[in-house]
Nanobody, 125 residues
């Protein structure tokens, strides 16, 4: 079964850094894209960073210059290095990926969007 496993959240003082990681498990044919989103209380979910299969990396406007995304393990793992954290970076960070994989039963492939459970990032003043 395909799953997304997230790690790296926590409580950090302003100016500190964190490293988030999301790993795809299961029998995967291809990861079409993989990225991180975040959502603060009473705020709309926003894209933080995303990497596509052609290597294109896109960052959200609010994190450019402070967040660095990278992909490893043939696109099955995405890391997000966060530096110079600000209180407004606080929120639930969720891993997102569109994955093509074999069906659990029967022949053929399916392509589905997956979400992780989310990991809390809290930045104190």
């Amino acid at each position: 079964q395909v799953q997304l496993v997230e790690s790296g959240g926590g409580l950090v003082q302003a100016g500190g850094s964190l490293r988030l990681s999301c790993a795809v498990s299961g029998n995967v044919f291809i990861v079409e894209y993989m990225g991180w989103y975040r959502q603060a209380p009473d705020q709309r979910r926003e894209m933080v960073a995303r990497i596509t299969t052609d290597g294109t990396t896109t960052y959200g406007d609010n994190v450019k210059g402070r967040f660095t995304a990278s992909s490893n393990n043939n696109g099955k793992t995405m890391s997000l290095e966060i530096s110079s954290l600000k209180p407004e970076d606080t929120g639930v960070y969720l891993c997102n990926a569109r994955i093509t994989h074999r069906q659990d039963r029967g022949p053929g492939l399916v392509s589905r969007e997956y979400w992780g459970q989310g990991t809390q990032v809290t930045v104190s003043s």
